[in-house]
């Protein structure tokens, strides 16, 4: 009979829980199942409202430099190959994400990829410009791998 | 891309959309739903290896959350138990000033978790006491035969 025990602290790890992708899928899933895409949509809308407030933020101030950091972090984080194009003026950026990692491992482990999953690129990019100087355009995107070409520019005032 | 480091501010709002939407049995139908797709990993380690099962799984999922936690596996007295002396899902909400915790976050994991432990033949039981502080205790032991 074993009598066994482990103490953790945060620092003893790193944050990196990669079947929250799972989980997140399986949301994005039960939404479009029971309410339809609309309502994927306006979830998604009401994350990126709430909870990209401080990049909201930072790309009123700073403009796309911000967000070129922002999917920096996530990436490395990820372990995702990107390359990105930012010109000096800082008018545009163009981000390509060479393959989600997100659809990689969710699809790995054997779990079908929710239909509109697509929108967690699109809507919350488009939320996060909204108000904003800027917008944003979901140029490629692909089903299989999750990779996206999306394109950052000043709005037209 | 949302990264599994943002996951948990996506939940919690996730959890107050489906009540605003439609109300908190949409909530409770959601993790519901979730229990039985998400965690078939929990479900076959504990099918195979009982509360060692727990273990094994917890010992994987907490590490990866960086959390702050004792974990006792006493398989003379049958019992598997978590200390979480601080839970890196409800810090971070805690944490995070843009957001407010979904009220009820924290009953997710009694309902995921309870869905798949008690058709085996367990008993899950979570002190949430203290989750305000990000502290919680939960226990899990075989059913008493009842004759």
């Given at each position: ?11 003893d ?10 989980a ?30 401080p ?57 079908l ?13 488009q939320?996060?410009c ?7 355009e979901?140029?490629?995107y692909?089903?299989?791998n ?12 | ?20 939407k ?33 273990w094994?799984?917890?010992?994987k ?6 959390a ?57 039981e ?22």
């Amino acid at each position: 009979m074993t009598k066994k025990s482990i103490v953790q602290q945060a620092s003893d790890n790193a944050y990196y829980h990669k079947d929250f992708h799972i989980a997140l899928n399986y949301g994005i899933e039960y939404l479009y199942k029971n309410f339809g895409e609309d309502a994927v949509v306006e979830y998604l809308m009401q994350f990126a409202n709430n909870y990209h407030t401080p990049l909201k933020k930072s790309l009123s101030t700073i403009g796309l430099a911000a967000i070129k950091k922002h999917y920096e972090k996530i990436f490395k984080i990820e372990g995702a190959a990107y390359d990105m194009n930012f010109p000096k003026d800082n008018s545009e950026l163009t981000i390509h994400l060479h393959a989600s990692t997100a659809v990689m491992h969710i699809k790995k482990n054997g779990h079908l990829l929710a239909p509109a999953y697509e929108k967690t690129v699109s809507v919350v990019n488009q939320e996060i410009c909204r108000n904003t100087p800027y917008d944003c355009e979901l140029m490629e995107y692909k089903q299989d791998n999750g990779a996206y070409k999306i394109h950052f520019f000043k709005r037209d005032l | 891309m949302i990264s599994c480091t943002e996951f948990i501010p996506a939940y919690s709002e996730l959890f107050k959309f489906l009540e605003k939407k439609k109300d908190k049995v949409a909530v409770t139908d959601f993790w519901n739903f979730l229990s039985d797709e998400f965690l078939t990993n929990l479900r076959d380690e504990v099918f195979e290896n009982g509360l060692l099962g727990c273990w094994n799984y917890w010992n994987k999922t907490l590490k990866e959350e960086a959390a702050d936690f004792t974990m006792v596996l006493d398989e003379k007295a049958q019992e598997f138990s978590i200390t979480m002396h601080h839970c890196p899902s409800k810090g971070l909400l805690l944490e995070q000033k843009q957001t407010e915790p979904y009220r009820d976050y924290c009953e997710h994991c009694i309902v995921l978790y309870q869905r798949v432990l008690d058709p085996l033949g367990f008993e899950y039981e979570h002190d949430q006491s203290q989750t305000n502080k990000a502290k919680c205790r939960l226990t899990v032991k075989p059913k008493k035969e009842i004759n």
